[in-house]
């Protein structure tokens, strides 16, 4: 897969639909930064707007799930996180399962197939991981919230990194056919994500729980859910209305989880 030398607002912005360039606020561009999440956490703070987006070449304290670092090489891959307020904090479950569809959503529009979710926010390809999403939000007195949605996708990657302590994949490996480029694929992402962020509380995870259904690769495995300091094994049963995890334990009691983060082989 083609590489572009260096992030282009240009070329991002001529690939953007005229939907998602509407919902664009601010578009920020760095060589180099501690992470993009934590970057637009603070300007959330500074009453930035709805829409304000940035990505970087390289993130050098990048937030991955359970306080992990996301290990995040120069200009590899794809780094980035946009800011979207909310004005209910209490219609945001399911969001992240929904910016997964999105980023599937795109993906196949580029012809890349073998894609799957797994819950609650994680790409996958051959039981390897492609990307990550982490959603931060901060909830307000007055029921309102902000919410920075960050993602990152492996797009060309060493085999034999030693920080990467689970399996992991990249497009160059999976789709070495393809022929977008970096720029352009994070707009084929932006039109995905931004649309379905902006309407979610309109629509809910409602809207896509069939269609994340469809890429459920942990549907029927057997896996460990850890949940804090707890370890809770059993074959997973999908997930329901909601976004939540079922999962059947070993002792036959079918339960649901809302947070966690799970362990199973391919």
Same mark, same amino acid.
């Given at each position: ?6 992030? @282009? ?80 904090? @209490?219609? !945001?479950?399911?969001? @992240? ?36 999403? !982490?959603? =931060? ?17 492996? !797009? ?72 804090? @300091? ?21 002792? #036959? =009691? ?5 947070? #966690? ?6």
């Amino acid at each position: 897969m083609p590489r572009d030398l260096s992030l @282009s607002q240009h070329t991002i912005h001529e690939n953007l639909t005229a939907v998602t360039k509407a919902l664009i606020s601010e578009l920020e561009l760095f060589s180099e930064i501690d992470s993009t999440n934590t970057h637009l956490m603070t300007r959330a703070q500074t009453q930035a707007p709805s829409g304000c987006v940035c990505f970087s070449e390289m993130q050098i304290a990048g937030k991955g799930r359970r306080g992990r670092q996301w290990i995040s090489p120069q200009g590899q891959n794809i780094y980035g996180s946009f800011l979207w307020r909310f004005s209910d904090a @209490s219609n !945001l479950n399911g969001l @992240s399962l929904a910016i997964g569809v999105g980023v599937i959503r795109a993906l196949k529009k580029q012809g890349v197939s073998n894609l799957g979710l797994k819950w609650a926010n994680d790409i996958y390809s051959d039981g390897k991981k492609l990307g990550g999403i !982490l959603i =931060e939000v901060t909830t307000h007195s007055d029921g309102s919230a902000s919410a920075v949605v960050g993602f990152g996708l492996n !797009l060309q990657l060493p085999s034999n990194i030693e920080a990467i302590t689970q399996p992991y994949t990249d497009l160059q490996t999976i789709a070495p056919d393809m022929k977008v480029e970096r720029n352009a694929l994070i707009a084929h992402l932006l039109n995905e994500l931004l649309p379905i962020t902006a309407m979610f509380e309109k629509q809910g995870f409602a809207a896509y729980l069939n269609e994340w259904r469809e890429y459920d690769c942990l549907m029927g495995k057997a896996a460990t859910l850890f949940v804090g @300091s707890q370890q809770i094994q059993g074959i997973v049963q999908g997930i329901d209305e909601n976004g939540l995890l079922k999962l059947l334990r070993e002792d #036959g =009691e079918l339960q649901t989880f809302a947070s #966690g983060e799970v362990s199973f082989s391919a």
